[in-house]
C-alpha cells in the first residue's frame, strides 16, 4: 500500500499518514503520561491494530514510524485486520528499546522484501 501525509484528525493530532484508498492510517496519537505512542489501524475505526511505545525519545517515534510505514507498504491495501496484525511483532515491554527482540522483529521486517510474497 502506498502512504501519504493526511490531515491530522482527533484521533492522531500530531502526525497521520493514510493509505492511497484511505483505509489504513498510522500515526502518533495523544501523547500518554508513558510517552509517545506510534499506532496504526483501520481508518475511523476508532481502534488501533498495533501500538508501539517510544518512550519520551521523539527520534525513537520517528524511527518507529519509519519502520511501520515500510512494513505497511510491503501489504496489499486490502489485508484483513487479522493479517495486517499478525504481521507485526507484539511489543512486551516498554519503551521500545527495552524490548529488544522487538525492535529486531520490526527492523527485519523492514529490510525484508518478501513479506506480501
Not at 508501539?52 to 510505514?69: D, I, R, T
Not at 522487538?102 to 518478501?114: H, I, M, R, S
Amino acid at each position: 500500500m502506498k502512504l501519504g501525509k493526511a490531515e491530522l484528525t482527533e484521533g492522531y493530532p500530531h502526525f497521520r499518514l493514510i493509505s492511497e484508498n484511505g483505509i489504513w492510517e498510522l500515526g502518533i496519537p495523544e501523547i500518554q503520561t508513558n510517552g509517545i505512542r506510534v499506532c496504526a489501524g483501520k481508518v475511523n475505526s476508532n481502534c488501533y491494530e498495533i501500538i508501539y511505545y517510544a518512550g519520551f525519545e521523539k527520534g525513537m517515534a520517528l524511527s518507529l514510524l519509519g519502520l511501520v510505514s515500510i512494513i505497511m507498504s510491503e501489504l496489499s491495501e486490502t489485508v484483513s485486520y487479522p493479517e495486517f496484525k499478525a504481521t507485526f511483532p507484539v511489543q512486551t515491554v516498554k519503551p521500545i528499546l527495552e524490548d529488544l527482540k522487538c525492535w529486531e522483529a520490526l527492523n527485519f521486517l523492514a529490510t525484508d522484501k518478501t513479506i506480501s510474497e
